[in-house]
């Protein structure tokens, strides 16, 4: 396992996840009285795994078709027009 690439995923989606809407809602779910934040934890934990799986398999097939570099130049362009949008409504 290359361990320099564990750690640059690991850290990027780390860092992409803080404070954004699937955290914030997660922790609205935890913060309800009675809540079992076992259920919380597992379940936030098997929707992120299952949505990474999705990504994954995508930019797996997605890489038979297109370029790496061009599917990164997309990517990029998508973000800042994100990053745009939000700056935007804001």
């Known amino acids: 396992m290359n361990l320099r690439l ?3 995923v690991f ?6 996840e803080l404070g954004d809407k699937t955290q914030l809602a ?3 779910f935890a913060s309800r ?11 936030a934990s098997l929707a992120l795994v299952a ?5 994954v398999l995508a ?12 599917f990164s130049y997309v990517a ?3 973000f800042i027009l994100i990053g745009i949008w939000t700056i935007w409504r804001a």
């Open 6 to 8: 564990l750690a640059t």
């Open 11 to 16: 850290g990027t989606v780390f860092l992409a």
């Open 26 to 28: 997660t922790l609205l």
């Open 33 to 43: 009285a009675g809540t079992s934040l076992l259920a919380v934890f597992l379940a």
């Open 51 to 55: 949505a990474t799986a999705l990504g």
């Open 59 to 70: 930019g797996a097939a997605i890489a038979s078709h297109v370029q790496p570099r061009y």
């Open 76 to 78: 990029g362009v998508g």
